[in-house]
């Protein structure tokens, strides 16, 4: 089953407006994280911005911000005031507890690219 | 910032041949892992590391295999390099924040074998 869910492929916004990047997740485990992670066409992988399932409030890191709704499993990414620049693949990422107690997976979903217009 | 590196950056070389994508990481941390990406696809772990002289496969079966000698260095060898290689590998580490123990990443390696 997948436990990652980015439903949405490609998404444009007008430079200077707000987006909102989808990310839905399927966990049974009472304990985990959320990441979000940018990929410009040069092809790093550029950490973003990270929401623990017990925070009590919503991560911010400057203009990116997560709206997480646990009852809907969801951690929704929104950009405020777009820029060029952010032009990008973005991917949801879910980290798990292992049971080995050693090593924390990371399950990303299928990203969603998104165009910011002028 | 993190700092971890990789090398090359670009690799087209033929069937057969063996190959060393270098990973090295100043940051100390203990953790490292290799991804396989496809263009445009999701990352899939295919090894990681918890420390020196321990290393694991990941959840996509590769026919890579890796060595964790030092704990800064997580080089990933092929030894015949074959067309069905050809993908994106990412290196990353973690392990400076325990609370969330973010993975960091290096700008890749785009392999293609021809």
Same mark, same amino acid.
């Given at each position: 089953a997948q436990k990652i869910t980015q439903t949405q492929p490609g998404m444009f916004v007008q430079e200077k407006e707000a987006v909102t990047l989808d990310c839905t997740y399927d966990t049974s485990d009472p304990s985990y994280?959320?990441?979000?992670?940018?990929?410009?066409?040069?092809?790093?992988?550029?950490?973003l911005i990270y929401q623990g399932s017990y925070d009590q409030q919503n991560a911010t890191e400057g203009?990116?911000?997560?709206?997480f709704q646990k009852a809907?499993?969801?951690?929704?990414?929104?950009?405020?005031?777009?820029?060029?620049?952010?032009?990008?693949?973005?991917?949801?990422?879910?980290?798990?507890e292992s049971n080995s107690g050693g090593y924390n997976k990371l399950i990303f979903g299928a990203g969603?690219?998104?165009a910011v217009h002028p | 910032e993190a700092d971890i590196y990789q090398t090359p950056r670009y690799l087209v070389i033929g069937t057969g041949k063996k190959i060393t994508l270098e990973c090295?990481?100043?940051?100390?941390?203990?953790?490292? /892992?290799? /991804?396989?990406?496809?263009?445009?696809m999701e990352l899939h772990l295919i090894h990681y590391s918890y420390g020196v002289?321990?290393?694991?496969?990941?959840?996509?079966?590769?026919?890579?295999?890796?060595?964790?000698?030092?704990?800064?260095?997580?080089?990933?060898?092929?030894?015949?390099?074959?067309?069905?290689?050809?993908?994106? /590998?990412?290196?990353?580490?973690?392990?400076r924040d325990f609370h969330t123990?973010?993975?960091?990443?290096?700008?890749?390696?785009?392999l293609t074998v021809l």
């Open positions: 994280g959320l990441f979000w992670y940018k990929q410009p066409s040069s092809g790093e992988m550029i950490f203009r990116y911000s997560l709206n809907r499993k969801s951690a929704n990414l929104v950009i405020s005031a777009s820029q060029l620049g952010d032009s990008a693949m973005y991917f949801c990422a879910m980290r798990e969603t690219r998104l | 090295s990481q100043t940051m100390g941390h203990d953790k490292m /892992y290799w /991804y396989q990406q496809d263009p445009g002289n321990s290393t694991e496969k990941g959840d996509l079966s590769s026919e890579s295999t890796v060595s964790r000698i030092r704990t800064e260095h997580f080089p990933l060898t092929l030894e015949s390099a074959r067309p069905s290689h050809t993908s994106q /590998y990412l290196c990353a580490s973690s392990g123990d973010t993975q960091y990443f290096g700008p890749g390696t785009r």
